[in-house]
């Protein structure tokens, strides 16, 4: 069975770091791209960031929401992904989920975590 | 980064239709045949239903089928059912912001 696991969530104040985690079984980690989308409280989708897989060249894109604040990354030998937030805002505050997909050829994202829960709050 | 345009609701009695648009410019619905459709029941993640337009991944009923024209997709669920009461969100490839997601739309089945 295809699965993603997200972990590392939790209450952080603003203005500081949180790194989430992305496991994946089930399949070849290697030959898709990972995304992360989020959820606020009562609110729609937003996609976030995006790691292309090496056939695309690695490469990552970020939403202007995040950019210069997170960092994704992958670590293919071990089928982690990692976002890595940084200067943390009270509009973070969300459901973060690691999808498969969404890049590299495959413009849609197929395989959902069942998310992680963020609150920035002082 | 601009989010494709849902309406906020839509509703129908069961065995009916009801369709579902998903606006977006000549940067991303227009311009792409990438638009999914996903289904999110209330405290769960999101499920893919709809990729590339029209395209259903294994599983997922024939009740349940996507369209495009112009800068506008649809997503249309025949034959209602009580379990297709979810929120459903257009997403597309884009070529200014690399991916958006539509507003989200709440289906009631009455």
């Known amino acids: 069975e295809m699965q993603l696991v997200e972990s590392g969530g939790g209450l952080v104040q603003p203005g500081r770091s949180l790194r989430l985690s992305c496991t994946a079984s089930?399949?070849?980690?290697?030959?898709?791209?990972l995304s992360w989308v989020r959820q606020a409280p009562g609110r729609g989708l937003e996609w976030v960031s995006f790691?292309?897989?090496?056939?695309?060249?690695?490469?990552?894109e970020y939403a202007a929401s995040v950019t210069g604040r997170f960092t994704i990354s992958r670590d293919d030998s071990k089928g982690i992904a990692y976002l890595q937030m940084n200067s943390l805002e009270t509009e973070d505050t969300a459901v973060y989920y690691c999808?498969?997909?969404?890049?590299?050829?495959?413009?849609?994202?197929?395989?959902w975590g069942k998310g992680t829960t963020v609150t920035v709050s002082s | 980064q601009s989010a494709l345009t849902q309406p906020p609701s839509a509703s129908g009695s069961p065995g009916q239709s009801v369709t579902i648009s998903c606006t977006g410019t000549?940067?991303?619905?227009?311009?792409?045949?990438?638009v999914s459709w996903y289904q999110q029941h209330p405290g769960k993640a999101p499920k893919l239903i709809i990729y590339?337009?029209?395209k259903r991944p294994p599983g997922v009923p024939d009740r349940f089928s996507g369209s495009k024209s112009g800068n506008t997709a649809s997503l249309t669920v025949s034959g209602l059912q009580a379990e297709d009461e979810a929120d459903y969100h257009c997403?597309?490839?884009?070529?200014?912001?690399?991916?958006?997601f539509g507003t989200g739309t709440k289906v009631t089945v009455l």
């Open positions: 000549s940067s991303d619905v227009g311009d792409y045949n990438y």
């Open positions: 790691v292309r897989n090496k056939a695309y060249g690695g490469t990552t």
């Open positions: 997403g597309s490839y884009s070529h200014s912001n690399h991916y958006v």
């Open positions: 590339e337009v029209n």
């Open positions: 999808i498969r997909g969404g890049a590299s050829g495959r413009y849609y994202m197929d395989v």
């Open positions: 089930g399949f070849t980690f290697g030959d898709y791209a």
